[in-house]
């Protein structure tokens, strides 16, 4: 039988709750599809067909009903384009929308009837603005470097400034400019909604006995947001703005625990939230009249994401996914609690098994976690790979993953960790990889190559290591800071030199790291010691390099000059290079190369049968 994969994401339910659209990823690049639940058109489905070849990233229901927008990335590559169908299955009308010639364009939500959309040019300024689906008109929010437009609604904006692990809200309300929270340095707060209550709401008595409003439509605005301010976890928080000033509350958190996101419905009587449990996720839906909470609602499986529900509630929709499961839209009835089958041609594989978590010390006393992936009982272990995430801020999770069943079948064990500055363990860890930090980040990867030769989950002299983005870069970096510990290396999208990263990534992707990685002229001497490009003679591990053409966000000259820098010292290094996507390797074709071409890569650096 043929084991392809296909996955579905990416859900965004009609306000109606009687059709959904969502992502599917079958081969090719990823389309949109429009589902229907009930009506007329029960049981049916359409691709959304436009006229550019590229994935799909975004879909999402207007809040009338009418439009589906739809984020499209030209022939893979990272700059994105906005396009609008109506939700007719019988109107093929496609039309674009951002009018940018150059730059990118990333749908962010809808103002009613108007898509919410950041344009950034060139420059790296970021446009936040409205956008008419029926013509094209643009409404400018806000322009500011680094500025994000999270929610817009009835007049009321919220922007997102700051560098990466330093994210405020601010709300624009007409024209004046609001801070959300009180100032707290190293805090985040991304994800907010702006609430669709402009009415009364406080009652007093006046002059003569009546009851009067307090304050009269449009005089306040209430969000919800998730933010770690005044916190060490990221918690749901509600903000309510009026002329008497900005106050705040605590609507709901876990002691220990990230809030990963919620969604609340439009008529403001569910408010669906995912935990995140050590990397697991946990779905639980507030009675937002009284805050009450419900009892936690048991997943299909591991790991749940984006999150959709829809106007009165009654629906919520969001992507699953496990080691055995390929992301997969699941939709729930969080009253009753029940599931409705959706998909009804699921993923043949391949697939794992679930992992365990393990919990390691560092060599400075820090507590690291990471999961362990076992060949199956009939395969022999002949080598382990340490696979490091992105980010730095993103986080291992036992999700599904193409590329680690083709290795546990060869016999390749795989330890997916969160070293320091991973997501999902709060604030100071997140920032405990921060500008000359990273050197501790580096020494984390050898400490879990030390944990797993001392525990005898692998041999000491069988041992690689791999990752995709940040998590290239840092296998570059354990590789040439510890090149007795690895016998074999794969960077996928990974930088070699912060350097020349800041000079040729976008201008936007810069700015935001300098909290990270430091600035590319104060802090130009730590940037060269952090790159393995600087220390190129050290690495004498056999690499593999891979990268998408396409790819913007880390360019594809990061990958070129790590390689001839290898192959002028003689190392024996294969780069792999994709023509047709960018940073993501979005392409289901070129996701299949990659997953064989590194467990082939593997299997030659522990010296087994290819």
Request: hydrophobic letters at 40%; aromatic letters at 6%; a negative charge.
């Amino acid at each position: 039988m043929e084991r392809d994969v296909r996955a579905t994401y990416g859900a965004s339910l009609s306000p109606d709750a009687t059709a959904f659209a969502h992502l599917v990823d079958d081969g090719g690049y990823p389309r949109a599809v429009q589902r229907f639940l009930r009506g007329r058109h029960a049981s049916a489905s359409r691709d959304v067909d436009l006229p550019v070849a590229g994935p799909v990233t975004k879909v999402m229901h207007s809040a009338d009903g009418h439009w589906l927008a739809c984020e499209v990335a030209p022939e893979g590559g990272t700059r994105t384009q906005i396009w609008v169908v109506t939700t007719d299955p019988d109107d093929r009308m496609a039309r674009r929308i951002d009018r940018m010639d150059t730059g990118t364009a990333e749908l962010i939500a809808w103002d009613g009837s108007r898509v919410c959309a950041i344009l950034t040019g060139d420059d790296g300024v970021g446009q936040s603005t409205l956008i008419d689906p029926a013509d094209g008109a643009v409404t400018v929010l806000d322009r500011r470097s680094g500025g994000r437009l999270i929610d817009a609604w009835a007049g009321s904006a919220l922007i997102r400034v700051g560098p990466r692990g330093y994210r405020e809200l601010i709300m624009l309300h007409g024209t004046t400019e609001i801070a959300l929270l009180p100032s707290d340095p190293g805090s985040s707060t991304e994800l907010g909604v702006i609430l669709d209550d402009h009415a009364p709401r406080r009652l007093r008595s006046g002059p003569d006995g009546e009851l009067t409003a307090l304050y009269q439509p449009g005089e306040y605005v209430r969000a919800l947001i998730r933010s770690d301010n005044g916190a060490g976890y990221a918690r749901l928080l509600e903000v309510t703005v009026s002329p008497d000033g900005v106050a705040y509350h605590v609507v709901a958190e876990r002691d220990g625990h990230d809030l990963d996101e919620f969604a609340v419905s439009d008529d403001l009587s569910t408010v669906a939230l995912l935990w995140n449990i050590n990397g697991c996720s946990e779905l639980q839906i507030l009675e937002y009249a009284d805050y009450t909470l419900s009892r936690p609602i048991p997943l299909p499986n591991m790991v749940a994401g984006e999150l959709s529900i829809s106007a009165g509630g009654s629906l919520v929709a969001m992507t699953v996914e496990g080691p055995d499961m390929p992301r997969t839209v699941e939709v729930v009835d969080p009253r009753t609690r029940t599931w409705e089958l959706i998909d009804r041609a699921p993923s043949t594989g391949p697939v794992s098994a679930a992992p365990a978590l393990h919990t390691l010390t560092a060599r400075d006393g820090r507590q690291l976690t990471g999961w362990l992936y076992r060949p199956p009982p009939h395969v022999g272990q002949i080598g382990a790979l340490i696979y490091l995430h992105g980010g730095p801020e993103g986080q291992a999770r036992p999700g599904y993953s193409q590329i680690f069943p083709a290795l546990l079948e060869e016999g390749v064990a795989v330890f997916a960790p969160n070293v320091r500055g991973s997501g999902g363990f709060g604030r100071e860890f997140s920032h405990a990889d921060d500008r000359e930090k990273r050197f501790a980040a580096i020494d984390d990867v050898a400490d879990c190559a030390a944990y797993l030769a001392a525990g005898g989950l692998a041999e000491a002299d069988r041992i690689a290591c791999a990752g995709w983005s940040y998590g290239g870069y840092l296998t570059m970096a354990a590789l040439a800071f510890h090149p007795d510990l690895f016998v074999a290396g794969v960077s996928i999208c990974g930088m070699s030199d912060l350097g020349t990263f800041y000079r040729n990534t976008e201008a936007w992707i810069a700015a935001a790291s300098y909290a990270k990685y430091g600035h590319p002229v104060a802090d130009r001497e730590l940037l060269e010691a952090l790159s393995p490009l600087r220390r190129v003679q050290s690495l004498t591990a056999p690499l593999l390099v891979v990268h998408g053409a396409r790819d913007t966000n880390v360019p594809v000259s990061e990958s070129e000059q790590i390689v001839a820098a290898l192959r002028a010292l003689g190392r024996t290094v294969r780069y792999l290079l994709f023509a047709d996507d960018g940073h993501e390797i979005t392409r289901r074709e070129n996701h299949t190369v990659l997953a064989g071409a590194v467990a082939d890569w593997l299997k030659r650096a522990f010296n087994a049968d290819v």
